[in-house]
């Protein structure tokens, strides 16, 4: 029972750090391209509130009970390799989020380089991870 509710709430912590993920990028798009101020104001508190109440916090969620989830069923999943390649991609999630934090802190400063063609290619990132990480924990190919 333990292992289905810490696997439950992984589920939804994962489901709102992606949603967060995919959103962020999107609001960077959006603030690179804008060229009032009043609206660079509005999108960098939108971006603050999501980065802060959502994405971190969401983060931290779906880590916590992920780890518990692969506490508990270690025999079964260390010696697989899909599990280890789906923590690797985790990895990755985390580093997109912290270029996240990087980009967002620029573009409140006003001296990012980056252009919202990057910032559109950065957002297409979590989609990808997300679509590799449930084919990994569906089919277990490894």
Known sequence: MVYLVSKSLHIIGFVAWFAAMFYIWRLFVYHAE???????QTLATMERR??????????????????????IRWDALAATYWIWIKLALVG????LQQMAAYYRNQLLQGVTYASSRRFRLLNEVPTLILIVIVLLAVLKPF
């Open 34 to 40: 804008a060229r009032s101020e009043d609206v660079r």
């Open 50 to 71: 999501l980065y802060r109440a959502i994405l971190v916090p969401a983060s931290v969620f779906t880590l916590v009970f992920g780890f518990v989830t692969l506490y």
């Open 92 to 95: 990755g999630l985390l580093v």
